[in-house]
């Protein structure tokens, strides 16, 4: 097996300042066409949003680990406004930005909107009760959406924390190795 790492734009080592979600979509399209076969991604916040969009087209993967994603798009457009104190108007905004700028209503970004679209692949979701980027409440729904997913929450470890927890590491690979030892 290779391990391949993704710093996505503007995160991490990566280049740039500023990013979006069509710009980490086309990343994970790309990596999903250069690796055909993929056994498992791991990914964390609007990297598990990414590649749920870009599995609605690709389906490689085999196996799929998603931690700190938000579904809900009303829900992060409101934890976003309450990190910020944005108004409402800001909020509405944002909104007609994404659609005229992408032609596409900005809650299509968010599971509920394309669930039916993605091939069944085994999921792990892995969520902190305290996560203040993205609440504990998405990933129930997320589990929910997609009856071939499996559940794991954690506690104070916040957004990302969760990253470098010793269960979450041994929990993500021993959901990876089962399935492909069977």
């Known amino acids: ?12 080592k990566s280049k740039g300042k500023r990013t979006n979600i069509i710009d980490f979509v086309n990343v994970m399209k790309l990596v999903l066409e250069k690796f055909k076969t993929i056994e498992g991604v791991i990914a964390h916040s609007m990297g598990g949003v ?25 829900k ?16 509405s905004n944002i909104k007609d930005y994404v659609q005229n700028r992408y032609e596409v209503d900005f809650k299509d970004f968010f599971l509920p909107a394309f669930q039916e679209e993605l091939p069944k692949i ?7 009760t305290d996560d203040s ?16 997913s499996e559940l794991l929450i954690t ?7 969760i990253l470098r927890n010793e269960k979450v590491i041994i929990s993500t690979v021993s959901f990876l190795t089962k399935k492909n030892l069977n």
């Open 1 to 12: 097996y290779q391990v391949i790492a993704i710093d996505q734009l503007a995160h991490g």
């Open 50 to 74: 990414a590649t749920l969009l870009a599995l609605r087209e690709e389906t490689s993967i085999k196996n799929f680990v998603c931690i700190s994603a938000p579904t809900l798009s009303d």
């Open 76 to 91: 992060i457009l409101n934890s976003f406004k309450q990190r910020i104190k944005a108004s409402d108007k800001v909020i």
């Open 122 to 128: 085994d999921t792990l979701i892995i969520h902190d």
């Open 133 to 148: 980027d993205v609440s504990i409440e998405d990933a129930k729904v997320f589990n929910k959406l997609l009856p071939h």
């Open 155 to 161: 506690e104070k470890l916040g957004h990302t924390r």
